[in-house]
């Protein structure tokens, strides 16, 4: 078993994105830790307190522009910054040119923030698996390391990777300024509401014609606890962060008690385009191309050097989503187990 260094203690933790789910939940729990102070923003919420956000945690508004992010810091002494707020929907944001402006310029205003700002020992970045990009050249698993063979060009993946280079460049201008980048598998759970999980929501489900993409997924609870520990830990660095084991596409569909409905590639597109506009879908190009090939992530560092390990695998996650919601085949399915290791 490999040896962790000691935690650390921050004393002044500020979350962004208290507003989202993740967010609220990163805080609550952060709050709940002995001589802990939390305060929350939150770009969205037009300067009022989210509501569910606990008494425990100060919200402090919706300051966007460095100068008043400066200023929030350094009035409280914040040590640890967690940024929460990344948007994958443009609909829940006012459309993808907001979307983009929220995602990148926003970081790039709280990193260098952060990077201005003395007191400001680490940075928690939220990044998703999006930024390895989706396509037929992918390999098996993607390590931290791995360049990806289909670069994302747009949407949420680019607005990931774009998150990324601004987190680091703040990190580069301060050599005490410690960075952890934790790259999430997609979530699910009981009350997650994202494109994929209306997708599951669909009696008849489009997918590529010939194809089968390989689903990772991340429960919520285990999104929480690994975005907390990485606030604690010594370690740093980027980490892939999944639940361990693997659906194919039209498993998961019988899962859900779905309807595959194989369409060529055109065609799949069309398809998406049709659900756009009737509201029940808002699938982008590059989620398509995640349906037809998905991604997998290699998550041993995270075990090995950050000391997370997920304890809901993919198929528990996705059917404890499932239960939730009173579908599917696999009601029975029991709760959260450490994984063995298929999906690492």
């Known amino acids: 078993m490999t ?28 709050a709940g830790r002995d001589g802990v102070r939390v305060l929350g923003t ?7 307190r989210p509501a569910g956000l606990p008494a425990a945690v100060e919200f402090c508004g919706s300051p966007v522009a460095a100068e008043a992010v400066v200023r929030v810091l350094e009035s409280a002494a914040v040590d640890t910054v967690v940024h929460t707020a990344v948007y994958s929907r443009p ?30 020992s680490r940075m928690v970045v939220r ?6 990009g989706y396509g037929p050249r992918n390999p098996g698993r993607f390590t931290e390391t791995m360049r990806p063979p289909h ?9 990931s990777v774009e998150i990324e280079q601004y987190a680091r460049a703040a990190a580069r201008r301060r050599e005490d300024l410690e960075l952890t980048i934790l790259r999430f598998a997609p979530l699910i759970g009981r009350d997650v509401d994202t494109e994929l999980t209306r997708y599951f929501r669909l009696r008849l489900a489009p997918t590529a014609l010939g194809r089968d993409p390989r689903i990772q997924l991340l429960h919520a609870e285990d999104a929480v606890r690994a975005t907390a520990e990485a606030v604690f830990a010594a370690a740093t660095g980027t980490f892939n962060i999944a639940g361990d084991g693997v659906l194919g596409g ?4 019988r899962l859900a008690g779905r309807t595959p409905l194989s369409l060529p590639g055109p065609v799949l597109s069309a398809a998406g385009s049709m659900l756009r506009t009737a509201g029940l879908q808002d699938f982008s190009a590059e989620e398509l191309r995640w349906l037809s090939y998905g991604v997998v992530l290699d998550t041993a560092r995270a075990r090995e050097v950050l000391g997370f390990t997920a304890r809901w695998d993919t198929r528990r996650a996705f059917t404890d989503y499932l239960r939730a919601h009173g579908r599917g085949r696999s009601a029975a399915d029991p709760g959260p187990t450490v994984g063995s290791g298929a999906g690492r």
Request: proline share 8%.
């Open 250 to 253: 039209h498993q998961a569909l």
């Open 91 to 120: 609909k829940e944001v006012g459309g993808r040119t907001v979307m983009k402006d929220r995602n990148v310029l926003d970081a790039m205003q709280l990193f260098g923030a952060c990077a201005r700002t003395p007191s400001v």
């Open 127 to 132: 990044s998703s698996s999006a930024v390895y």
């Open 151 to 159: 670069p994302p060009a747009h949407g949420f993946s680019k607005d």
């Open 3 to 30: 040896d962790h260094p000691q935690p650390r203690r921050p004393r002044t933790v500020l979350v962004t994105g208290v507003g989202g789910r993740l967010g609220s939940r990163v805080a609550a729990e952060l």
């Open 42 to 48: 939150d770009p969205l919420s037009g300067g009022r």
